[in-house]
């Protein structure tokens, strides 16, 4: 079993910045790609940002420019750097983490990132 702890979220103004971050944990074999979603009250929950294991990105257009994704593999964490925050930011982000060599994928418990205009 795997688990994935969440941290550094917050409310912040408009125009600030944040650091979020995920540790995995547990029976960890070979971690595939990271990923970071996020979902705003009665609405989807939708990517954000994912990095695979090679070191390649990709990013919502809504956060491209802003956002930076990353990884340390020797701390089995991802973070997520975030810039120039914007009210449209405010949302609960989750982690998400999946294993190369199984089906299996893990979800963190999801942190409040709160943007004031």
């Known amino acids: 079993q795997v688990q994935l702890v969440e941290s550094g979220g917050g409310l912040v103004q408009a125009g600030g910045s944040l650091i979020l971050s995920c540790a995995a944990s547990?029976?960890?074999?070979?971690?595939?790609?990271m990923a970071w979603y996020r979902q705003a009250p009665g609405k989807q929950r939708d990517l954000v940002a994912r990095?695979?294991?090679?070191?390649?990105?990709n990013y919502a257009d809504s956060v491209k420019g802003r956002f930076t994704i990353s990884r340390d593999n020797a701390k089995n964490t991802v973070y997520l750097q975030i810039n120039l925050l914007k009210p449209e930011d405010t949302a609960v982000y989750y982690c998400?983490?999946?294993?190369?060599?199984?089906?299996?994928?893990?979800w963190g418990q999801g942190i409040q990132v709160t943007v004031s205009s």
């Open positions: 998400n983490v999946a294993m190369r060599w199984s089906v299996r994928e893990y």
């Open positions: 990095i695979w294991s090679s070191g390649s990105t």
């Open positions: 547990g029976s960890i074999g070979s971690i595939g790609d």
